[in-house]
């Protein structure tokens, strides 16, 4: 199990307080602590997760910065590290309660599950008139609050030219990666996995590929443009 180490600087009550001190409680859940003697940073605990039916898949329980690569949060708050030969890949950081989404290519060259707009989970009720609706889950709801705001930027920059704010739509997309894998956004960008070839077509793939043609062809129709002039 290629999974990536987090070291949080710092003496906590509790692995719990430590994540949350960190911004990480998204992923705290089956952690696993170990100490040593060596850190990146002062005094703080070692974290990893491992797949305990196969022992032998694990990283190793110890810092070693010559055989590993260790960066620090922009915040200063945690470090993620990773070994050489044991890069993080999708299979080590999926989460068990992940949903259905398209997979796609990202910066490491690995293809990624990405939630997808036309795929949350959802439930069916009746109508007064006796007709089925869909209704997405209480649980899922931010997800598709965010998916409705990437819709409308990309939305409003074909209909209306206005401009397309890149950065925070990569960072939606590293919002994205955390539906179904064991990661926050800065995560992401630490993995290298948000890059300037691949982020627009994560991006495109939670918004339904269907539905953003379906768009291009209603503003093809009305004459509109789908870029900006030069």
């Known amino acids: 199990m290629n999974s990536y180490y987090v070291y949080i600087p710092g003496k906590f009550s509790s692995p719990k307080d430590a994540f949350a001190h960190a911004g990480l409680s998204s992923i705290f859940v089956n952690a696993s602590g170990f100490d040593s003697h060596r850190t990146p940073e002062g005094e703080g605990k070692f974290y990893v997760w491992t797949d305990p039916t196969n022992p032998a898949r694990n990283v190793p329980f110890h810092y070693e ?20 030969d044991r890069i993080p890949d999708p299979v080590s950081l999926e989460r068990p309660d992940g949903i259905a989404g398209r997979s796609v290519t990202l910066g490491d060259g690995n293809a990624w599950r990405m939630p997808c707009i036309s795929e949350l989970p959802v439930s069916f009720r009746l109508t ?18 965010r998916m409705l705001w990437a819709w409308k930027a990309l939305s409003d920059n074909w209909k209306n030219e206005l401009p397309f704010d890149e ?11 955390c539906v179904n894998y064991r990661m926050v956004p800065e995560i992401a960008y630490i993995l290298g996995l948000i890059d ?19 768009l291009q062809r209603e503003i093809l129709s009305r004459g509109e443009s789908l870029t900006p002039e030069p």
């Open 167 to 177: 950065p925070e739509c990569r960072k939606y997309v590293a919002e994205m990666l």
């Open 128 to 145: 007064p008139d006796g007709k089925e609706g869909a209704h997405v889950k209480p649980a899922w709801k931010n997800i598709e609050a």
């Open 65 to 84: 910065p010559e055989t590993q690569t260790w960066e620090k949060s922009a915040d200063g708050k945690y470090w993620v590290g990773w070994c050489h």
């Open 196 to 214: 300037s070839q691949t982020w627009m077509a994560a991006f495109g793939v939670t918004l339904d590929r269907e539905r953003l043609q379906q």
